[in-house]
Nanobody
């Protein structure tokens, strides 16, 4: 399984960005795709997660601003990030986990910088 993350960039505070995580390879239900972020000098933290049953989870810091969604036809998970703040600046990574098989895969990071 390979994950390709994209969509990062420079954004002004208050604007939006959408990250994509495209998965390829043999993926077995049930699975979950998560977005993590790591800011300079901080530990990697879970941002949002969506299961193959489309159950979402959001960290408190992004709840109400970010939305995670899944396109099962293309095996792509999106993270729509609204009302961005400088505190959202980080490298964002996506992870796919298949619990029943105890397997997980990480995509490369994509940099998000929020600055005026």
């Amino acid at each position: 399984v390979q994950l390709q993350a994209s969509g990062g960039g420079l954004a002004q505070p208050g604007t939006s960005l959408t990250l994509s995580c495209a998965a390829s390879g043999r993926i077995f239900d049930p699975y979950a795709v998560s977005w993590y972020r790591q800011a300079p000098g901080k530990e990697r933290a879970l941002v949002a997660r969506i299961t193959s049953r489309d159950n979402p989870y959001y960290a408190a810091s992004v709840r109400g601003r970010f939305a995670i969604s899944r396109d099962s036809a293309t095996n792509t998970v999106y993270l729509r990030m609204n009302r961005l703040t400088p505190e959202d600046t980080a490298v964002y990574h996506c992870k796919l986990r298949m619990d029943l098989r105890d397997l997980e895969y990480w995509g490369q990071g994509t940099q998000v910088t929020v600055s005026s």
